[in-house]
């Protein structure tokens, strides 16, 4: 049974600061994982979607890189800024044919001023 | 256009009401999705449709029902709710996959209905 964990569940940094929010699923076998932001109270956001045959995807200070074979990925965040506070959460396609995403249970990270 | 739109924002409804939740998106995505979400725990897949067909039910209390009128409209019907229902209700679309299978592209999510059940 596949299962996503997010470590560390809450970071506070101040601004400036380049941060790395770290995704692990436990079976390899994934079309695709994609990372999310969620707001309180409001619908996700997908930040950078990256299918298994990729390494690394890039959008603007945003990195998420994927090793497949050692089930991990990373977002990582440059020069963070307090607009970035938010719950971060990875999740995975599996393969198996189903339309679930499997979803970790999130990083809140607060930027502070 | 890139948004999937929820209505309402929030809603509070007793045990015995009968209300629906609508979501409507126009990016031409075929596949439409409801997930329930529990206060700092990740969304729940309940529904899919795919093609405007029901393609996924997770075991869903009949108590909720989902309907896809149109290519761009899904609607999730609500009946004799629990309080332990109250949740923030999301909606999302993509592309359909393959023959209508699970699709390999990104998910675009709307803002939520936030649900109380007194």
């Known amino acids: 049974k596949q299962e996503v964990t997010q470590i560390p569940a809450a970071l506070s940094v101040p601004e400036g600061e380049n941060l790395v929010l770290n995704c692990s699923f436990t079976?390899?076998?994934?079309?695709?994982l994609q990372w999310f932001r969620q707001d309180p109270g409001k619908g996700l956001t997908s930040l950078l979607l990256i299918q298994s045959s990729q390494r690394e995807q890039t959008s603007g200070r945003l990195n998420a890189s994927l090793d497949k074979s050692s089930g991990r990925s990373t977002l990582y965040i440059a020069a963070s800024q307090p607009g970035d506070s938010a719950t971060y959460l990875c999740a995975v396609r599996p393969t198996s044919g189903t339309y679930k995403y499997i979803f970790g249970t999130g990083t809140r990270l607060k930027v502070l001023a | 256009d890139t948004e999937v739109t929820q209505t309402p924002k929030h809603l509070v409804m007793g045990m015995t009401n009968k209300k629906s939740l609508k979501c409507e998106q126009h990016m031409g995505h075929r596949a439409m999705y409801w997930y329930k979400q529990k206060a700092k725990k990740p969304p729940e897949l309940m529904f899919v449709y795919s093609y405007e067909k029901l393609s996924i039910n997770e075991s869903v209390p009949s108590r909720f029902s989902p309907e896809c009128p149109n290519s761009s409209l899904l609607n999730l019907h609500l009946h004799a709710l629990q309080p332990e229902d109250s949740a923030l209700y999301l909606c999302?679309?993509?592309?359909?996959?393959?023959?209508?299978?699970?699709?390999?592209?990104?998910?675009?999510f709307g803002p939520g209905t936030r649900l109380l059940v007194l």
């Open positions: 999302a679309s993509s592309h359909p996959g393959l023959a209508g299978g699970p699709s390999q592209e990104t998910q675009y």
């Open positions: 079976d390899s076998a994934i079309y695709n």
